[in-house]
């Protein structure tokens, strides 16, 4: 069982990045997905979820208008798709999945780093 998160780097401010989570020996389709990020020096903190019904849970009144989180079950994928990136967007992203959407769930992804930097 495995997730792996990928499609961090650095991006200007005010640029776009798409994240990936793609999952082994899950379906990801049948679980809740979420994304969560840890900046330096910061808790970590969630971003967005998406049941397994496609309902979405805002974790971060921050990234709301700029950060959309949505499926593909066929590649059994989960995006993060982040436009209008700030430099306080900087940390490393987490995918992980759970039954349901949750701040504390059970499978985590290794990371991903995005650096939001002129």
């Known amino acids: 069982v495995q997730l792996q998160a990928s499609g961090g780097g650095l991006v200007q401010p005010g640029g776009s990045l798409r994240l990936s989570c793609a999952g082994s020996g899950l379906t990801l389709a049948n679980l809740a997905i979420g994304w969560f990020r840890q900046a330096p020096g910061k808790e970590r903190e969630g971003v967005l979820c998406?049941?397994?019904?496609?309902?979405?849970?805002d974790y971060l009144d921050s990234v709301k208008g700029r950060f959309t989180i949505s499926r593909d079950n066929a590649e059994n994928t989960v995006y993060l798709q982040m436009n209008s990136l700030k430099p306080e967007d900087t940390a490393v992203y987490y995918c992980?999945?759970?039954?349901?959407?949750?701040?504390?769930?059970?499978?985590w992804g290794q990371g991903t780093l995005v650096t939001v930097s002129s």
């Open positions: 998406i049941s397994s019904r496609d309902h979405i849970t």
């Open positions: 992980a999945a759970e039954l349901i959407c949750t701040v504390v769930p059970t499978y």
